[in-house]
């Protein structure tokens, strides 16, 4: 089983609300990743992190953003939590010397009133 | 274009069939793949990284053909439990997980 958790698993909240989303991992994996994905549709890559300080955008584009201070914590942002932001957020870690797998947390469903 | 793309399925079977998806990728970059497996509402779980030479993992076999840029999975004798979207992915190298958009698998009784 991989190390890697999300908090919440659940949260429903209002338009407008500034809300964390968190990600933790214990593996020391330097890269870790956020994608968001609707029901019964393809991941999207949102944001991704080669390691501590380092923040990139993903293909998708978000009103989300990220920070990353220590290796095991890739939290994220919603400044103003809107409907359309309503999601599955998917947090992940890879290790280049494991082959690269990629490790996926349970993620956390949004829904935003 | 998708960089990575699969069959659409979804797939209906009998338990006990086989089943092979297909999946090609445009980016001959591309280093490493992986097939994984996803549950409904649950995240993207390891089958199986796939070689050059081809591996099996018990029921499960994948196939690499780096000159026709195609991956492939047979799953044998399937089960019940074998259904979930399965997940074709690419890694180029120093870059990022390129996931198609998977196909989905029943297996009825």
């Known amino acids: 089983e991989a190390d890697i958790y999300q908090t919440p698993r659940y949260l429903v909240i209002g338009t407008g609300k500034k809300i964390t989303l968190e990600c933790s991992q214990t593996?020391?994996?330097?890269?870790m990743y956020w994608y968001q994905q609707d029901p019964g549709m393809e991941l999207h890559l949102i944001h991704y992190?080669?390691?501590?300080?380092?923040?990139e955008k993903g293909d998708l584009s978000s009103e989300s953003t990220v920070s990353r201070i220590r290796t095991e914590h890739f939290p994220l942002t919603l400044e103003s939590a809107r409907p359309s932001h309503t999601s599955q957020y998917l947090c992940?870690?890879?290790?280049?010397?494991?082959?690269?797998?990629?490790?996926f947390g349970p993620g956390t469903r949004l829904t935003v009133l | 274009r998708k960089e990575v793309e699969q069959d659409p399925g979804p797939f209906n079977v009998p338990e006990g069939a086989t089943v092979a998806f297909n999946c090609t990728y445009s980016n001959s970059a591309s280093q490493s793949f992986f097939w994984y497996r996803q549950d409904c509402r649950k995240e993207p779980k390891l089958l199986m990284s796939v070689y050059s030479s081809g591996n099996e993992d018990g029921r499960f076999t994948a196939q690499l053909n780096r000159a026709s840029q195609y991956i492939s999975l047979l799953i044998r004798d399937s089960k019940l439990s074998d259904s979930a979207t399965y997940l074709c992915v690419g890694l180029n190298y120093g870059q990022n997980f390129v996931f198609g958009p998977g196909t989905r698998l029943s297996v009825l009784p």
């Open positions: 593996m020391g994996h330097d890269k």
């Open positions: 992940a870690s890879s290790d280049p010397l494991s082959a690269d797998t990629q490790y």
């Open positions: 992190s080669y390691g501590v300080n380092s923040t």
